[in-house]
T-cell receptor, first 116, second 110 residues
């Protein structure tokens, strides 16, 4: 099946710093990628939809200036958590839907962010 | 987007068949039904997808009645490694995001 990677797999940073998370589709092109956040013992919450070559669409309650999304190519989307705070500590997961009408959505392995 | 309802948790023993039912009363004509499995600290993994009737692959079967208002994921002969959270989602092919419900936590014991 199609593979989605994320880098880094885990990151620890100090409060106030910015962290960039990469999401790559390794063997397919993805016009659209999605970013989710998951807190312990909870389900995945959609943060934003990332479209190649255009601005991301953010879900209600998600600050676009805090969670910067860039989808510069058909295989790469990045999420930057700016001025991170401890409450941003979470498991961030991306997913990608192959271009060309596929109905499946493939998820990355996730990135564990811990803000001290 | 159609909302889904699943049992919060289920318990089973190794070797048993497990059936997890999901309700999606407001499913749209273009919506497919997809099930994902998630282990702790991992991304969700695709299990199976269907539109109507029955779909079977090497790991599971998916039963969808004619009215499509529910679906049942069947896991034959579960093992300890099937302990995970299982999510039922509905969505169309238009590139819209999948919205996750609470999922079903399956615990398999020996």
């Amino acid at each position: 099946g199609a593979v989605v990677s994320q880098h880094p797999s885990r990151v620890i940073c100090k409060s106030g710093t910015s962290v960039k998370i990469e999401c790559r589709s390794l063997d397919f092109q993805a016009t659209t990628m999605f970013w989710y956040r998951q807190f312990p013992k909870q389900s995945l919450m959609l943060m934003a939809t990332s479209n190649e070559g255009s601005k991301a669409t953010y879900e209600q309650g998600v600050e676009k200036d805090k969670f910067l999304i860039n989808h510069a190519s058909l295989t790469l989307s990045t999420l930057t958590v700016t001025s991170a705070h401890p409450e941003d500590s979470s498991f961030y997961i991306c997913s990608a839907r192959p271009s060309g009408g596929w109905n499946e959505q493939f998820f990355g392995p996730g990135t564990r962010l811990t803000v001290l | 987007l159609a909302k889904t309802t699943q049992p919060i948790s289920m318990d089973s023993y190794e070797g048993q068949e497990v059936n997890i039912t999901c309700s999606h009363n407001n499913i749209a004509t273009n919506d497919y039904i997809t099930w994902y499995q998630q282990f702790p600290s991992q991304g969700p993994r695709f299990i199976i997808q269907g539109y109507k009737t029955k779909v079977t692959n090497e790991v599971a079967s998916l039963f969808i009645p004619a009215d499509r208002k529910s679906s049942t994921l069947s896991l034959p002969r579960v093992s300890l490694s099937d302990t995970a959270v299982y999510y039922c989602l509905v969505g169309d092919q238009a590139g819209t995001a999948l919205i996750f419900g609470k999922g079903t936590t399956l615990s398999v014991s020996s």
